[in-house]
């Protein structure tokens, strides 16, 4: 099994899909990453060499922010922007959407679930 950046890749799966379970790397970084070292995309992850892996682990720490670092400095400028009380800091501290979308009928996903009929009384039972 290949342990890179402190993720466990799933094994059957291609190594160009495989990459894509690390936080901060999507399908296109993979294959560049893949094209980087000379590794065929349609390899298994099980099937890799321990010197292609150690090629993968040295690119990754060398050229990226990966994980723990990205997620702590995607935070650090979230609240950067609450901080200087910016139209999208402002957005983020209420939770609704920050680019511009419609919050009359959709938004759900920030949002939340609400209640449609709040405070009704329930008829009681005879």
Do not use: F
């Not at 560049?32 to 390899?43: D, G, R, T, Y």
């Not at 990205?70 to 009380?85: D, P, Q, V, W």
């Not at 800091?89 to 996903?109: D, I, S």
């Amino acid at each position: 099994m290949a342990r890179i950046v402190g993720i466990d890749l799933p094994r059957n799966k291609r190594i160009e899909i495989g990459l894509t379970y690390i936080y901060g790397i999507g399908l296109s970084r993979s294959q560049e990453i893949l094209k980087a070292i000379s590794v065929n995309p349609n390899i298994r992850v099980k099937d890799l060499d321990d010197e292609q892996v150690a090629k993968i682990r040295q690119i990754l720490d060398s050229n990226y922010q990966l994980e723990g670092d990205l997620k702590r400095l995607e935070g650090l400028s979230i609240k950067r922007l609450m901080e200087i009380n910016s139209y999208r800091g402002k957005r983020h501290r209420l939770g609704l959407p920050l680019r511009g979308q419609n919050t009359r009928t959709n938004a759900r996903t920030r949002r939340g679930i609400k209640k449609t009929m709040a405070g009704k009384k329930k008829a009681p039972r005879k």
